[in-house]
């Protein structure tokens, strides 16, 4: 039985997409993801002949070139972020709860709670 765990040192599942899923989950040519895999940019097995790459990796991949990072958001699963409106309140944050967007700074993310 596997167990939830905090601790970031245990080992966590790896996600891992086919060729043509993250081709359309990031808005790209599966050419392009096949060139990233050629140039070692993201990480990959060979599972039944076929190419399995890293969720994880490309994320990262996807963050360092600016026009795959447009294309995720405009053709590929960002696209779709606005329409994730969470409508039931009951599991929708509480707008008091949230710091301002001035009180951030860039990159921090917002806490699971403030104490």
Same mark, same amino acid.
């Given at each position: 039985?596997?167990? %939830?765990?905090?601790?970031?040192?245990? $080992?966590?599942?790896?996600?891992?997409? $086919?060729?043509?899923?993250?081709?359309?989950? /990031?808005?790209?040519?599966?050419?392009? &993801?096949?060139? %990233?895999?050629?140039?070692?940019?993201?990480?990959?097995?060979?599972?039944?002949?076929?190419?399995?790459?890293?969720?994880?990796?490309?994320?990262?991949?996807?963050?360092?070139?600016?026009?795959?990072?447009?294309?995720?958001?405009?053709?590929?699963?960002?696209? /779709?972020?606005?329409?994730? @409106? &969470?409508?039931? #309140?009951?599991?929708?944050?509480? #707008? @008091?709860?949230? !710091?301002? !967007?001035?009180?951030? @700074?860039?990159?921090?993310? &917002? #806490?699971?709670?403030?104490?």
């Amino acid at each position: 039985m596997a167990q %939830a765990t905090d601790n970031p040192n245990q $080992s966590k599942e790896m996600i891992r997409v $086919s060729v043509s899923e993250a081709a359309r989950l /990031f808005g790209v040519n599966p050419l392009t &993801i096949r060139r %990233a895999i050629k140039d070692q940019e993201i990480t990959y097995v060979v599972v039944a002949g076929r190419y399995k790459v890293n969720f994880e990796s490309l994320v990262k991949w996807s963050q360092l070139h600016t026009t795959i990072k447009n294309k995720l958001n405009n053709r590929g699963i960002g696209q /779709f972020v606005d329409k994730w @409106k &969470i409508k039931n #309140p009951l599991y929708s944050p509480n #707008p @008091k709860s949230l !710091p301002k !967007p001035s009180e951030m @700074k860039q990159g921090e993310l &917002i #806490p699971a709670e403030k104490k």
